[in-house]
Nanobody, 124 residues
Framework: QVQLVESGGGLVQAGDSLRLSCAAS????????MGWFRQAPGKEREFVAA????????YYADSVKGRFTISRDNARDTMYLQMNSLKPEDTAVYYC?????????????????WGKGTLVTASS
């Protein structure tokens, strides 16, 4: 079992930056590929970014490419999502996810463990 806890969400202006963190506990963090998803009101949960076990490979949804950066620190059992140039359409609950397989475009069914989410609101 892996427990995932997100933090760092909040209310910002469009164009601002935020950094989300995901702290993991339980089983060995480096055993899992990790990712971020988001879900806006009335919409399905969608893939945002993914990172491999050792951080060597990263993947992004087209909508965030060039603005968001995913990273991980296996010594701290923590994953991050640096979000720059935030847009109102980035407003959503952001979820941390752990998977036993690596994918460049996860679907929710690929995910083994989920965090409870953190709300990001970018106002115009």
């Amino acid at each position: 079992q892996v427990q995932l806890v997100e933090s760092g969400g909040g209310l910002v202006q469009a164009g601002d930056s935020l950094r989300l963190s995901c702290a993991a506990s339980g089983r060995t963090f480096s055993d899992y590929a990790m990712g971020w998803f988001r879900q806006a009101p009335g919409k399905e949960r969608e893939f945002v970014a993914a990172i491999s076990w050792n951080g060597a490979r990263t993947y992004y949804a087209d909508s965030v490419k060039g603005r968001f950066t995913i990273s991980r620190d296996n010594a701290r059992d923590t994953m991050y999502l640096q979000m720059n140039s935030l847009k109102p359409e980035d407003t959503a609950v952001y979820y941390c996810a752990a998977a036993t397989i690596m994918s460049g475009n996860y679907s929710p069914s690929d995910i083994r463990y989920w965090g409870k989410g953190t709300l990001v609101t970018a106002s115009s």
